[in-house]
């Protein structure tokens, strides 16, 4: 995207900025739905999928300046939060209580860092690239939504990590897709058409992947796997 103003630093400047606080919003309006009975398994998977969403605004820096990697200002920032919090033992901070499955703040220094730290390195290496926005939407989109959908599902099975389900994998293929056509629609990567075969077989490996993957693991196994099979498939990243 052309800049509306110069210089080009202080655009992407301001377009990291309103990406630090869309999340900030989001996650400000988690804590106090929380405080007031809100579940907090579905607001850490909103905050799951918001957060890795934030590929939505790479169209709007300007790619033409280094600055163009400001982009990772707002995982960056939560990697550093997500250490201080995580070391920390207060278990009454709103980010432990909405972002946590157990209340122990030693679990955002597994997950959730995990998590940032994929945020971070994407947008390095990969920054406005098909693989980027496939990666996130299958890791935030279908394992995000996985765990929810498929919690109460009577069909399960196990393999190296916890108990999965039936359900929840089928979620982890249709969510993935989904959430990655949508991403690539938004940000425009899509081209002229739609690459579905390519989205439905990353869709289709992601999940296996994902039924094997180790608890805490699959933040980092879903988007290996992802970008590798863009690139075997396409050639490109």
């Known amino acids: 995207m052309q800049p509306l103003f110069s210089p080009v630093w202080l655009w992407n400047t301001l ?28 607001s850490r998977k909103i ?25 990772v200002l707002m995982p960056l920032i939560w990697v550093m ?14 980010a432990v209580k909405t972002m946590t499955r157990t ?10 860092l995990m998590f940032a730290l994929v945020m971070v390195v994407l947008g390095l290496l990969l920054f406005n690239r098909v693989a980027a926005v496939v990666a996130l939407g299958m890791l935030t989109w279908g394992d995000g939504l996985a765990p929810y959908i498929g919690k109460h599902a009577r069909h399960t099975y196990r393999t190296l990590g916890p108990t999965k389900s039936w359900l929840g994998s089928a979620t982890v293929f249709i969510a993935g897709v989904a959430g990655a056509a949508l991403m690539l629609w938004i940000t425009g990567l899509s081209g002229d058409a739609m690459p579905w075969r390519m989205l439905a077989v990353t869709g289709a490996v ?17 988007p290996l796997v992802s970008v590798a099979m863009v690139y075997l498939q396409t050639g490109a990243l």
């Open 15 to 42: 377009v990291a900025i309103v990406e630090i606080i869309y999340i900030f919003v989001i996650i400000g309006a988690m804590d106090k739905l929380v405080a007031r009975g809100f579940p907090s398994d579905l």
């Open 47 to 71: 905050i799951h999928i918001a957060a890795g969403s934030y590929v939505i605004f790479w169209p709007l820096f300007d790619v033409s300046h280094w600055s163009k990697y400001f982009c």
């Open 103 to 112: 209340g122990d703040p030693r679990e955002l220094l597994r997950g959730p």
């Open 81 to 94: 939060l997500f250490l201080s919090k995580g070391l920390s033992d207060n278990r009454e901070d709103p």
């Open 206 to 222: 992601v999940m296996i992947a994902e039924a094997f993957s180790p608890r805490d693991v699959d933040n980092l196994l879903i």
